[in-house]
């Protein structure tokens, strides 16, 4: 292996920048070109990448988001994208790629490899929703602008005794709820893989602890179960507490990354080329128990996670 290419595609997430510096340190440190692509499969496709040297990511490591930037590429899914990328990894020489990003992006990877060029796959994602991972890079940053905000809610939620139903990012996975609602002591929490029903769940918690002298509720409901205003609209309804709605929203895909996020994106990015000198593709990189490890790109797509119910029942235990 003589070159590789690095790219981020998807949802941009906290520490992916850490994980570009280590694939392109680690790269030059054992002799390799390491080419930098931007915004994804649409740069490989178009040709949109340069070469990297160990100072081109100074000063990177401590910077959210992506500085080779991020894009979701319809037509990289269609067989003439895919040649097209194909060819421009051939003409460029590229013999190996580093992808950093969620499961879409690893779809890719993985049809990339098929067709001659090795990919590893880092999982880059706020989300935390890769199955074959307990973490994922973004998670732990996220966590915390999570946990920030709702502390700051708090205060203004407890001065006037009112109800905060707030939206946290996760469409399909519940993982920074849960562990925020914790982190930030909800009497509630909403998320998708647990089924619930709002008098029993919602008011009946509420009504629950306002008896035991509490004044302030904090609700955190995944983007994922949505509707925060009318949810606000019906608890004040139903309570007489005044209540209101808060969307996060983007602020929290930003910010520098966190000391986990620096880290564990610097051992991923270090490993993956590790892998691919050893001439391995179509492999995710994978955190299990703070061990890296890696997998199969179709067995890792083929897994399933569940959230931890036990920490979901604990959770609603405590919080009242
Ligand atoms: P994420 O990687 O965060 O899950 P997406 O699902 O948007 O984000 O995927 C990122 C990109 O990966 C897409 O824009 C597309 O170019 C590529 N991709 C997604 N799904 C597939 C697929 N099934 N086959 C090939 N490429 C895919």
New binding site residues.
């Given amino acids: 292996m003589k070159k590789i290419g690095v790219l981020t ?3 941009d997430a906290p520490g992916m920048n850490a994980a570009i510096r280590a694939v392109v340190r680690s790269g030059c440190e054992k002799g390799l070109e390491v080419y930098g692509i931007e915004r ?3 740069g490989l496709m178009n040709d949109k990448m340069r070469i990297m040297d160990i100072r081109s990511v100074s000063d990177v490591i401590n910077r959210g988001g992506t500085f080779l930037y991020s ?4 037509k ?2 269609s067989e003439e994208g ?1 040649q097209q990328a194909i060819e421009v990894c051939k003409r460029r020489g590229i013999e190996g790629l580093v992808v950093i ?8 990877a993985r ?1 990339l490899s098929l067709r001659g060029i090795p990919c590893i796959g880092i999982p880059g ?1 706020i989300d935390n929703d890769i199955a074959c991972c307990d973490y994922t890079i973004g998670y732990d940053t996220c966590l915390n602008t999570i946990m920030q905000m709702v502390d700051r809610i708090r205060d203004t939620t407890a001065s006037h005794d009112r109800c905060s139903v707030v939206e946290v990012m996760g469409r399909r996975a519940g993982y920074l709820a849960l562990n925020a609602g914790i982190a930030c002591g909800a009497t509630s929490i909403l998320i998708p893989e647990v089924p619930y029903d709002f008098q029993r769940d919602v008011i009946e918690r509420i009504r629950r602890t306002q008896r035991t002298g509490k004044m302030h509720f904090i609700i955190i409901v995944a983007e994922g179960i949505g509707g925060v205003d009318e949810l606000a609209t019906r608890i004040q309804l139903e309570t007489g507490i005044e209540s209101r709605s808060i969307v996060l929203g983007h602020v929290q895909r930003g910010g520098s990354p966190s000391v986990k996020d620096r880290v564990m994106a610097s051992r991923m990015g270090y490993y993956a080329v590790e892998l691919l000198c050893q001439g391995i593709g179509n492999r995710v990189v994978a955190s299990q128990k703070s061990e890296i490890v890696d997998y199969d790109i179709f067995e890792a797509l083929n897994m399933k996670k569940s959230i931890d119910i036990d920490l979901y029942r604990i959770a609603h235990e405590i919080s009242i």
């Fill in positions: 595609s998807g949802g994804g499969y649409e894009a979701r590429s319809p990289f899914r895919m990003g969620g499961d879409g992006s690893f779809r890719g049809d994602t």
